[in-house]
């Protein structure tokens, strides 16, 4: 019995339903983070605002100099804190998204995957003889497809890793230099 054009549509009719559910996922995650970006980046301007509004206010009242400079370095810690919170939070938001991400594509990827090789499997079952070189090839690309998906995936996680890293490094060496120009000041 050999495989039918029948199987082979619908077969590319579940990978074409498969590849549209894993699209809306992926649209959804991506949703969500982008909501969570603009709900951090409205509270941030609100709360920047109403600051700016009460620290100008107490600038603005300074009875001298030395009381202006005081109340000014007073500011600089508070407000690299909260630019350091501000860092970390939309770090958050993006590793979340970027996690859930991962964890879409890769059970897609292991989904498709598990689909191509049991068609692979149903048509070698039916194949003609002399095409066992033909099979092997195809196996043989479909293995390298999957060797090379899975070099990106741990070539990316570890680009994520580094970048983590890095975002944790300039923050903490942020957060030094306004403690370092806070305590100059005071």
Do not use: C, W
């Not at 993006?94 to 879409?104: G, N, P, R, Y």
């Not at 890293?165 to 000041?185: D, G, I, M, R, Y």
């Amino acid at each position: 019995m050999y495989t039918t054009p029948e199987q082979f549509l619908a077969a590319s009719k579940n990978g074409f339903e498969a590849q549209f559910a894993a699209l809306t996922a992926l649209n959804k995650k991506a949703f969500e983070g982008f909501e969570q970006f603009v709900s951090l980046n409205v509270n941030a301007a609100k709360a920047t605002f109403e600051e700016s509004t009460a620290a100008a206010q107490q600038l603005v009242s300074a009875k001298d100099a030395q009381e202006f400079f005081n109340l000014t370095a007073a500011q600089a810690k508070p407000n690299a804190e909260k630019a350091l919170a501000y860092g970390r939070h939309l770090a958050t938001i993006t590793s979340a998204t970027q996690q859930e991400f991962t964890k879409a594509v890769e059970a897609h990827i292991a989904e498709t995957n598990a689909k191509v090789i049991s068609l692979i499997d149903e048509v070698t079952k039916n194949a003609p003889a002399g095409s066992e070189q033909a099979v092997t090839a195809l196996k043989s690309v479909v293995g390298n497809i999957n060797a090379g998906y899975e070099q990106l995936s741990k070539t990316t996680k570890q680009a994520v890793a580094t970048l983590e890293e890095n975002l944790a490094n300039a923050t903490k060496q942020f957060t030094q230099a306004a403690e370092k120009t806070t305590a100059k000041k005071k």
